[in-house]
């Protein structure tokens, strides 16, 4: 009757939590080490979608919908935030002609 949820259930939990973990890791690291400010952004975008596969999973393990009608009020804050997030990108290269993380200390004063 309902074979998508039997389908995801073949792969165990534990590789959807490695998984997840991973990506969130990477966004991270990504976030932490990086001085572009357009990569930051991507990283936390990922780390977004690292919590999201990480709530589908485990909605689809239990057997119920919330988590899943959780991560789509989730891609709507993360889509207001893209837009939010480039505007301000666009608008600090327009000042400074760089989007290096490190020059932003122009804007204090």
């Known amino acids: 009757m309902n074979q998508i949820p039997e389908i995801i259930r073949t ?6 939590l490695f998984f997840s973990t991973a990506l969130f890791a990477i966004g991270v690291i ?5 001085r572009n400010a357009i990569i930051i952004f991507m990283c936390v975008e990922l ?3 690292a919590v999201n596969v990480l ?3 485990l909605a689809s393990y239990r057997g119920d919908a919330t988590g899943q009608v959780f991560v789509f009020f989730i891609m709507a804050v ?3 935030e893209v ?7 666009v608008m600090i290269y327009r000042n400074i002609r760089s989007t290096d993380v490190q020059l932003l200390n122009r804007l204090k004063w």
Not at 83 to 89: H, K, M, Q, R, S
């Open 47 to 49: 780390m977004l979608n």
């Open 11 to 16: 792969v165990p939990l534990e590789y959807y």
């Open 83 to 89: 837009c939010v997030g480039l505007a301000i990108i």
């Open 30 to 34: 990504g976030v932490l080490t990086r």
């Open 55 to 57: 709530l589908t999973a």
């Open 78 to 80: 993360a889509a207001a």
